[in-house]
């Protein structure tokens, strides 16, 4: 599949997902009330799909592998951070496991696209 515009990215689709569901658990209960916690995990979220859109805008592919790699560090800290919100009680195991498998999709799938960047010939 040719990728002319970033939402067209998997990794950013499955990105996506993830900061609704980030967005929708944190607006709930206990999470909700820890503002610092909530704010981190809504910015890292985010992050991730930030960064994937921003490395395609790049122009370069250097550069994009570069903001492919912050989204997959910050696909890492999110998974960090539902270890404390689990550990708070502020979501559910099943909440855990979801989100988890989210980011660890989100990251799994940039990995992919890095190593399809770094071994693809450049057009043109």
Do not use: C
Request: charged content about 25%; hydrophobic content about 40%.
């Amino acid at each position: 599949m040719l990728i002319k515009k970033f939402e067209d990215i998997r990794s950013w689709q499955i990105s996506r997902e993830l900061v609704r569901e980030v967005y929708s658990i944190s607006s709930k209960g206990a999470l909700a009330k820890d503002f610092g916690l909530k704010d981190q995990m809504r910015r890292a979220a985010g992050s991730i799909m930030h960064n994937i859109a921003e490395g395609f805008g790049s122009g370069s592919r250097p550069e994009f592998i570069r903001f492919l790699r912050y989204a997959q560090r910050s696909a890492t800290e999110l998974m960090s951070q539902l270890y404390i919100a689990l550990d708070q009680a502020y979501i559910t195991q099943d909440q855990f496991e979801q989100l988890r498998k989210l980011a660890e999709d989100a990251h799994a799938t940039i990995g992919g696209f890095i190593k399809h960047l770094q071994t693809k010939k450049p057009t043109g």
